[in-house]
């Protein structure tokens, strides 16, 4: 059975679809086989009690060989652009997903006849509560292991463009900074003001305080432009010390 495709998210990719080896089944293929041939044997030599305890072992070794190919054939090694998922079972299942960016290190183990065959044990280390995780009979072992890097790089990858990508985005289009709340101004004290009439009860002696003077239009915009200053600075456009500096340039030209 081919692992469903409507288990996989969107945007995922399919990249291995794997059952065990065939050398899973090959200790029920050879039982099977030797109670085959007993039961041959027995029949040909018409034993009635030998044919009966043959025919018991062929049905046992047939119910075993049975088991062991629902298993084989329910036994899904998965890899896809995301994610390691191993499942496994009929009614009762188990499962393992790994995420790719999660995996640490890979091991596989091959013996002499296992090499011969091309299978062996793929162990994976993530980072999770679990651990190393074994899967045993795998089909080439070294070449999935060798896919599961490749896979990881284009992940890692993937995620990278999505980040670039992102940032480029903000970049053309910037949010509009919120609105600077207004406050209310202060009365320019550097506008004309009325002169201060003669106060009869003044001290003798002490000489009257002199009027405000007028503010020139020169003194008055370079008042407008410091307080342009002030709200840059306070919308973060200008440093302080950027600030300090206009703001004693504009005040040396009065």
Avoid at 3 to 11: A, W
Avoid at 129 to 151: H, L, M, T
Avoid at 204 to 225: E, F
Avoid at 227 to 233: I, P, T
């Amino acid at each position: 059975m081919a692992y469903p495709r409507d288990q996989l998210h969107e945007y995922e990719e399919l990249i291995l679809d794997l059952h065990p080896h065939w050398w899973f089944m090959s200790k029920a293929i050879f039982v099977l086989v030797l109670t085959v041939v007993f039961a041959i044997f027995s029949f040909v030599i018409g034993n009635s009690p030998l044919q009966l305890f043959a025919a018991i072992l062929l049905l046992l070794a047939l119910g075993w060989f049975l088991a062991r190919f629902i298993k084989w054939a329910t036994t899904d090694f998965v890899l896809t652009s995301d994610r390691v998922i191993y499942r496994e079972g009929v009614i009762a299942k188990k499962g393992i997903e790994i995420p790719l960016e999660r995996i640490n290190t890979m091991f596989f183990q091959q013996g002499i006849f296992e090499r011969i065959f091309g299978l062996g044990n793929l162990e994976i280390e993530s980072a999770s509560k679990d651990g190393a995780q074994v899967f045993d009979d795998i089909r080439k072992p070294s070449a999935v292991q060798n896919e599961i890097y490749r896979q990881m790089e284009i992940n890692q990858n993937r995620r990278f463009d999505r980040v670039s990508n992102g940032i480029s985005t903000a970049m053309q289009h910037p949010q509009p900074a919120p609105p600077y709340p207004q406050t209310p101004q202060s009365p320019n004290p550097y506008v004309d003001q009325p002169a201060t009439p003669y106060d009869p009860t003044q001290v003798q002696g002490q000489p009257p305080s002199a009027p405000a003077s007028p503010a020139t239009p020169g003194q008055a915009s370079i008042y407008d432009q410091i307080e342009q200053l002030s709200r840059l600075r306070d919308q973060g456009m200008i440093s302080e010390a950027e600030y300090e500096a206009k703001k004693i340039e504009l005040l040396g030209r009065m």
